[in-house]
């Protein structure tokens, strides 16, 4: 053979082979690039729900459509999938997985045979903001997620904050776990979130078709009540994890009083619901204060006069409202609480030290016993549907 072709051959056999094991490198990520096992995942899908054109004739764009993936288990085992729904500045990331690299709610969900939809609210993530129509955004910095999230015990000041202790890391800037979160922390916008969310939702719930699970964190606890009450035939359970609160007046965590500002002006959210007998303005619901304050550390609350105006849609949907020791939201959840179960809704309040879930933020799907919370929701989901 030609000497010239014999080099030319080699030269492209060991190509080949350098490319070869490359490629098999490449292959398998680094340990610093966190996965997870689909393993029990038999399909995986995304779409859009909701939206219209918005904008002026012959410059219109889509609006308000809002980013959903949803994941299907090899073996379902309950009848009714889980919709998630986030907080304020948070995503659907916040149940696919924790900044320290674990498996999220999704898959401890789908684990137990869940379908499970997890949901970028409208203006937020991968779902379109469309300047000009949805508002101004806002985004969280560092320093105030440290005190309300993950680094309360060494932040704060609110009564609870030294019981924090659930947080993978130091909760502060520059360990490694809180860079990644703070990574995960995108802009949201204000006034229209709640309808766009809502109206979003509802979509969700009518491509669906069937009945289903809303477990809702924060921000997305307030969407939750609105949801439910504008399809009440398909929210069989609720599910919610300090929701947005409490009801009439905001707070000041600090000194445990409340401000002249903020809070719920329809007892559950800023949204007009519906109520028996009707409310047409939040302004008609007649409320007052307790006397006193349930315990050290709690404000008393703003309750209704009786006879109490119910919530009517919501009536039949066993809530489970869950509170973490050592969050800023202890000094109120209870008032919210408090309130739907006034207002005819059959709601569980558990402050989740009781049930063996100490040390838990505000952020409690991403802490370090967040398997265990799951646990425990999945248990009681059981116990109430199956």
């Given amino acids: 053979m ?20 490359y490629g098999a490198y490449a292959q398998t990520p680094p340990d610093s690039i966190p996965t997870v096992s689909l393993d029990n995942v038999a399909r995986h899908g995304f779409f859009y729900a909701g939206g219209e054109y918005v904008g002026d004739a012959g410059r219109e764009t889509m609006g308000g459509a809002m980013y959903v993936e949803v994941m299907v288990p090899k073996e379902i ?40 939809y997890i949901q970028d609210f409208p203006a937020r993530g991968r779902s379109q903001y469309v300047p000009g129509v949805d508002g101004d955004m806002n985004i969280r910095n560092a320093p105030n997620i440290e005190q309300i999230f993950t680094a309360s015990a060494a932040t704060a000041d609110f009564p609870q904050a030294s019981k924090h202790v659930q947080w993978p890391g130091t909760g502060r800037m520059g360990d490694p776990v809180f860079d990644d979160f703070m990574r995960t922390q995108v802009a949201f916008i204000g006034g229209r979130q709640a309808q766009l969310t809502i109206d979003a939702n509802v979509a969700l719930l009518d491509m669906i078709g069937a009945p289903v699970i809303l477990l809702t964190h924060s921000q997305g606890g307030w969407f939750g009540w609105n949801i439910a009450d504008e399809r009440p035939g398909q929210v069989v359970a609720i599910v919610t994890l300090e929701p947005a609160a ?104 558990v402050q989740m030290e009781d049930v063996g879930l100490t040390g838990n933020g505000h952020m409690m799907m ?21």
Wanted: hydrophobic residues 40%; aromatic residues 10%; contains cysteine.
């Fill in 77 to 116: 085992q309950h009848p009714y999938p889980i919709v998630f729904l986030h907080g304020a500045g948070q995503t659907g990331v916040d149940f696919l997985q924790t900044p320290d690299g674990r498996p999220g709610w999704a898959y401890d969900f789908l684990d137990m045979g869940y379908v499970v």
């Fill in 2 to 21: 030609n000497s010239k072709i014999m080099k030319f051959t080699k030269v492209v056999s060991i190509a080949a082979c350098c490319a070869m094991g």
């Fill in 366 to 386: 991403l802490e370090e016993n967040s398997a265990e919370i799951a646990e425990y929701i999945g248990g009681w989901l059981e116990n109430n549907l199956d």
């Fill in 246 to 349: 409490p009801p009439i007046r905001g707070v000041d965590t600090t000194n445990v009083v409340y401000r002249e500002r903020g809070g719920l002006a329809w007892g559950v959210g800023n949204t007009p619901i519906t109520y028996d007998p009707p409310a047409g303005d939040a302004s008609e619901l007649q409320v007052v204060i307790e006397d006193q304050a349930d315990g050290e550390g709690l404000v008393p609350c703003y309750v209704q006069q009786e006879p109490a105006r119910q919530l009517i849609n919501l009536t039949h949907i066993p809530v489970l409202f869950m509170n973490g020791e050592a969050g800023y939201h202890r000094i109120f959840d209870h008032c919210l609480a408090g309130w739907l179960n006034q207002a005819g809704v059959k709601t569980e309040y």
